[in-house]
């Protein structure tokens, strides 16, 4: 699905989904004592639906569900309880259920260390540039840490996995990432911190899917021609390029804190669309314009570069860096 659909859609599923709490509770004559369990119920469905069209792609694919659906079936269960469909409190469902829980927890760890067979991957990588005029890098990460910086010289791409990684090569200067799971889940049976090398010697559009993940993206020194980024439950900074010309930023966001920091001598024009967060632009770099935030010298900038950001929960930072 293109990220000109996907945006609309997310909106568009955020506010179907306020408006059936509101139905809801209308036509059943709750009060919102007893009608807060929607809200926990919608932020599964909607995590549900973002999931599902970042694609799935066998056990990893699978395991980014299994937060949303934990979201709704807790919502449920809070739901039957204020309605009194059980003979429970939400405060006796978590006194009775918490031991199930870590009884759940615990044998999600030992499925985790059992199943997984043969050896850990190698954790260094190191993939040479040939003679590529141009790169497409894709990264797919679940759970961790991600830091990402300038590759080696003569690399497409390098760098750490810790926890493991799965490439992917589809073609020349182009090529996926994608954490491997075939010995755990990231972050409940071990953690996964990636330092990810990428090219900074020919232009290269860059795709990142991000789940709960904290990452951390110095493309300064990187020949970025477009940035496509997804995130879930995240916190993801990225410093944009002091010098590449122009570069296209598309952000989509759900539970997420998203900073961009835009060089100085880099201009910038800026778009946001957030259901229920916040956006904030340095506006003494970044004046508003008619359609968002724009440098003044943005048409005739060498190096400048368009954002565009839509998202439901979470907050928007634009800041301009030395």
């Known amino acids: 699905m293109t ?43 909607a995590s549900f639906v973002t999931t599902a069209m970042n694609g799935v792609r066998g056990v990893s694919g699978v395991w980014s569900f299994t937060w949303p659906a934990v979201w709704i079936v ?30 759940a927890v615990g044998a999600w760890f030992v499925i985790g260390a059992i199943l997984p067979f043969g050896a850990r991957p190698n954790e260094e990588l190191a993939v040479p540039l040939g003679g590529a005029s141009s790169a497409d890098v894709r990264i797919r990460f679940g759970a961790g840490e991600l830091v990402a910086r300038r ?16 490439r992917r090569d589809l073609g020349p200067g182009r090529i996926e990432l994608r954490q491997d799971t075939s010995f755990g889940m990231p972050l409940l049976d071990h953690s996964s911190d990636w330092m990810v090398g990428l090219t900074g010697e020919v232009p290269l559009d860059l795709r990142l899917d991000v789940g709960a993940a904290r990452s951390l993206l110095d493309l300064s020194d990187v020949t970025l021609r477009s940035l496509e980024l997804h995130t879930g439950a995240s916190e993801t900074r990225v410093r944009l390029p002091r010098a590449a010309g122009s570069t296209a930023v598309h952000a989509e966001t759900g539970a997420a804190s998203l900073t961009l920091e835009v060089p100085s001598g880099v201009a910038a024009r800026i778009r946001s669309r957030m259901g229920l967060g916040s956006t904030s632009v340095d506006e ?14 943005y048409a005739t900038a060498t190096n400048r570069v368009d954002i565009d950001v839509s998202g439901g929960v979470g907050s928007v930072r634009v800041v301009g860096v030395a």
Not at 12 to 38: K, Y
Not at 85 to 101: F, G, I, K, N, S
Not at 284 to 297: L, V
Request: aromatic share 10%.
């Open 3 to 45: 990220a000109a659909r996907r945006g609309p859609i997310v909106a568009g599923t955020w506010l179907i989904g306020l408006g059936l709490v509101f139905i809801v509770r209308q036509a059943m004559e709750l009060d919102w004592s007893e009608a807060w369990p929607l809200f926990v119920i919608l932020v599964g469905v």
């Open 74 to 103: 807790v919502g449920i269960a809070l739901f039957a309880s204020t309605t009194g469909r059980l003979a429970q409190t939400p405060l006796d469902l978590v006194a009775e259920w918490w031991p199930v829980l870590l009884v």
């Open 151 to 166: 590759a080696q010289p003569g690399n497409l791409v390098d760098g750490s996995f810790h926890g493991g990684v799965v």
């Open 284 to 297: 003494s770099r970044f004046p508003r314009s008619a359609a968002g935030f724009e440098s003044a010298d």
